[in-house]
Each structure stands twice: as C-alpha cells, then as structure tokens.
Nanobody
Framework: EVQLVESGGALVQPGGSLTLSCSTS????DLWAIRWFRQAPGKERE????????????AYADSVKGRFTISKDSAKKTVYLQMNSLKPDDTAVYYC?????????????????WGQGTQVTVSS
C-alpha cells in the first residue's frame, strides 16, 4: 500500500524558514516522482515543486523559485521541501503526492497518491 505522510508545517513569521518532510512507503522510492502541492483557502491547488528519478528531473513554480529547495533521501525514502524567505502568500495546506514513471517530466501527468497535508501559516 502506497503511503505518504507530510510533517513540518507550523506557524512562522514572514521571512522565516521551514522544512517540510514527506515520508513514503509502499513503492520503489527511487523510481517514482514526488510532487509538492499547496492549496490556500479560496484558491486553486498549485503545484509547488517536484522531483523525479534523476536530479535533473526537478522543477519549481515561479512563485517559489529561489526560495524553496526540494531534495530527497533515498535511504529514508523521504522528500524534503526547504522553504526560505517565507511570505504570507505561502500560507496554505501543503500536500505531497506520488506517481510511478519517475523518469518522465515530474511536472507532467497525474499524481494518484496523496498524503493528508500539513498546514503552513506565515503571519506576524
């Protein structure tokens, strides 16, 4: 059974940093793609960042480029999202999602497996 568990969400002041974790199980971690999404109240879900089988297969939304960094630890089967210079607009529930065929562009195709989400609130 594919399982994804997010953690690390918190209340943080503008300009602060957080690292989200997506712990996974139930699939061949190194061969799949993982994507972070977020959804704020009243807004559409947005793809934030993703990482595929290879390090070249990585992408960021324009809104987070230069501030967020995605990485993975194969031994721990965990994907991280390091978030720096946080803004109030980053406030949302953050979800990680997974799909197979990690060699394909990680921004393409549907992600059928999802975690439960973790709340990030950026406010003074």
């Amino acid at each position: 059974e594919v399982q994804l568990v997010e953690s690390g969400g918190a209340l943080v002041q503008p300009g602060g940093s957080l690292t989200l974790s997506c712990s996974t199980s139930g699939f061949t971690f190194d061969l799949w793609a993982i994507r972070w999404f977020r959804q704020a109240p009243g807004k559409e879900r947005e793809g934030v960042s993703c990482i595929g089988e290879s390090d070249w297969n990585m992408a960021y939304a324009d809104s987070v480029k230069g501030r967020f960094t995605i990485s993975k630890d194969s031994a721990k089967k965990t994907v991280y999202l390091q978030m720096n210079s946080l803004k109030p607009d980053d406030t949302a529930v953050y979800y990680c999602a997974a799909r197979d065929s990690g060699s394909y562009d990680c921004e393409e195709y549907e992600y059928p497996y999802w975690g439960q989400g973790t709340q990030v609130t950026v406010s003074s």
